[in-house]
């Protein structure tokens, strides 16, 4: 069975330039998250979606940041204007049950800001 | 154990090797504490789980150990293989349950070495 999918793998950017990440979660899975990864600060949540509606994205940086999931197939992850301390892996995970931490990771998009 | 900034805990063992790998948190509403594993140019993978009503936990190879007490969590990789060399994260939920147990405040990782 196909994982969870995430594109582009790899992203380099200039500064001020619009990135979309996007995030196809596994079949039947009804809760999504996107967590960012730096040496700095590791692992950090950034927002979750439990059947497509968002719950919590207090961890969302700032307004440049936006995620949006349309279905229960797809979610996106947007940063305008981007910044270079936004360079960082960004990883989408789902999840089959909401009272479970055991999330199945993408294998994440790397993000480079120039 | 937890560190900040870039210089992540190391552990190197030999193969065959049990593996101890430790971590401190501080949420003391925590009740369910995981750990995963990332292997490198990958995303984290879910390796065990377990609930603050327990204080151990096995599962194929692997034992985690918690005690609420003095806020500390461990791994126990028994005969360790070079297959298992990779970055290990404990994660806690800060007591968010509910509907909210994938809300992980991941800890900064180590790094295990597995020589062959």
């Known amino acids: 069975d196909a994982g969870v999918i995430q594109s582009p793998r790899h992203e380099v950017t200039e500064m001020g330039q619009e990135v979309t990440l996007r995030c196809k979660p596994i079949?039947?899975?009804?809760?999504l998250f996107w967590y960012r990864q730096t040496m700095m600060r590791g692992l950090e949540l950034l927002i979750y979606f439990n059947n497509n509606v968002p719950i919590d994205d207090s961890g969302m940086p700032e307004d440049r940041f936006s995620a949006k999931m349309p279905n229960a197939s797809f979610s996106t992850l947007k940063i305008q204007p981007s910044e270079p301390r936004d360079s960082a892996v960004y990883f989408c995970?789902?999840?089959?049950?909401?009272?479970?931490?055991?999330?199945?990771f993408g294998e994440g998009s790397r993000l480079t800001v120039l | 154990g937890e560190s900040v900034g870039l210089h992540l805990p190391t552990l190197s063992v030999q193969e065959g090797d049990n593996s101890i790998i430790n971590c401190a948190y501080s949420n003391s509403a925590s009740d369910y504490f995981i750990w995963y594993k990332q292997e490198s140019g990958k995303g984290p993978q879910f390796i065990i789980d377990?609930?603050?009503?327990?204080d151990k936990r096995q599962g194929q190879r692997v034992t985690v150990l918690l005690n609420k007490t003095v806020k500390h969590l461990s791994l126990q990789i028994a005969a360790t293989q070079p297959g298992d060399s990779a970055v290990y994260f404990c994660?806690?939920?800060?007591?968010?349950?509910?509907?909210?147990?994938?809300?992980?405040?991941f800890g900064q990782g180590t790094i295990l070495t597995v020589h062959p």
């Open positions: 377990i609930r603050s009503n327990m």
């Open positions: 079949s039947g899975h009804n809760s």
């Open positions: 994660a806690e939920n800060g007591g968010a349950g509910g509907t909210s147990y994938g809300k992980l405040t």
């Open positions: 995970a789902s999840s089959p049950r909401t009272a479970s931490g055991e999330l199945f």
